[in-house]
């Protein structure tokens, strides 16, 4: 069992920062959505693409790199998502992000040995609310999300 770790809540501006998803799947997608909702430049390295990477590449909203990862992907990267469907791999994205001192998280296993979680979130006429479980449930803080988003529309808040 692993020992719980804190983590300190923070909402990071990533508008123009170099960001790096390893993975092309629809886990990395949804990472890939959120980055670039905030502004993120954003360049996916990967093998394999689900249609909406593809399509994000064609409109020109992200760089594709259609390869394995390397570690010069990591040059001039602020923040990574190590979500390929590769546990080793994503391993290695971990350690070799770390030791250039570059934020990072998997969305595997190895999720407790990154430097973030991302939280459930959405906006509603802005005001933006993360909910977490601290990395303990992810379906739990989505349906906490959902719960709220709800309440907050019904009550017109």
Known sequence: MRQKRPYYPIFIALEQRSCLVVGGGAVAWRKIEGL???????????LDLVAEIKQAATEGLI???RRSFSETDLENVFLVYAATD???VNAEILT???????????????????DFITPARF????VSVAVSSDGESCSRSRDVKNELQRFLEDNKL
């Open 96 to 114: 070799l992000s770390q030791k250039k001192g570059i934020l990072v998280a998997a969305v595997d296993k190895n999720w407790v040995a990154g």
């Open 63 to 65: 760089t594709v790199n």
């Open 86 to 88: 590769n546990a080793d």
């Open 123 to 126: 906006t509603n006429k802005g």
């Open 36 to 46: 670039l909702e905030c502004g993120a430049q954003v360049t996916v390295v990967a």
